[in-house]
């Protein structure tokens, strides 16, 4: 049974949520703030966390940012109706998906659903045992521990997102892919995409990716195209 952390000011909204969600056989916790999400954490890490971004104190993208820097837990953001830049940045922070209020529960339902299935969470989940490491310019992917390791040997913190766009990359090296089908092969079905989301978060696994002092890119941008993984790819 995942276990999920549901985080939001509204309480209402929190019971409603949670009861629905244990129907559908997830364990569920809740919290209104910053303060009761860090207590939850430390009692059990959960599986997934649905975190609204408007709440007292610490905002939920600045919680988000925190979250991605100590866990590998699964995120959800909680937005604003027409606040895209929320959106945004709260991919760039790490968020796994988000969803603009008000929602149908269902759709939420799918959310979660999609986001367990990519952390490999949830329940039935198969495993990656058999896919290989993957090594290109000295970098390393492990698609089995879902780890990146750089030239030097240092681990490489990746949200779920990232992980899954640097894959397809990996799967795909030096092919052209078009915005949609990176949405596609990352992402699934499930995810309603928006413009600038596949651009933020290529954009974060190049800072995370470049340590040529040129500046070179091992992912290019093909004009009015799409992205192209340049590196030459070895599966182990």
């Not at 954490?41 to 971004?53: A, K, T």
């Not at 998906?97 to 008000?102: C, H």
Request: include cysteine; hydrophobic fraction near 45%.
């Amino acid at each position: 049974m995942s276990h999920l952390l549901l985080v939001d000011d509204d309480l209402e909204v929190l019971a409603l949520l949670r009861k629905f969600l244990e129907k559908h056989g997830y364990s569920v916790e809740v919290a209104a703030d910053g303060a009761a999400l860090w207590q939850a954490v430390e009692r059990r890490v959960p599986d997934l966390i649905i975190l609204d971004v408007m709440l007292p104190g610490d905002s939920g993208l600045v919680l988000c940012q925190r979250l991605r820097a100590e866990h590998t837990v699964g995120i959800i953001m909680l937005t604003a109706m027409g606040e895209l830049s929320d959106r945004v940045v709260g991919l760039e922070l790490g968020a796994d998906d988000y969803l603009t209020k008000p929602f149908d529960a269902r759709e939420l339902l799918a959310r979660v659903r999609a986001v367990l299935r990519r952390t490999g969470e949830a329940k039935g989940t198969l495993k990656d045992s058999s896919r290989p490491i993957l090594e290109f310019e000295n970098w390393q992917l492990d698609v089995t521990r879902r780890e990146l390791r750089s030239p030097e040997k240092v681990m490489i913190p990746l949200s779920t997102g990232e992980f899954e766009l640097l894959l397809v990359f990996a799967e795909h090296p030096r092919r052209v892919l078009t915005r949609q089908q990176l949405l596609d092969l990352a992402r699934g079905e499930t995810f309603e995409a928006f413009d600038r989301s596949i651009d933020v978060q290529v954009s974060r696994l190049r800072r995370k990716l470049e340590t040529d002092i040129t500046g070179a890119s091992m992912i290019r941008t093909v004009r009015n195209s799409g992205y192209l993984f340049s590196p030459h790819v070895v599966k182990r």
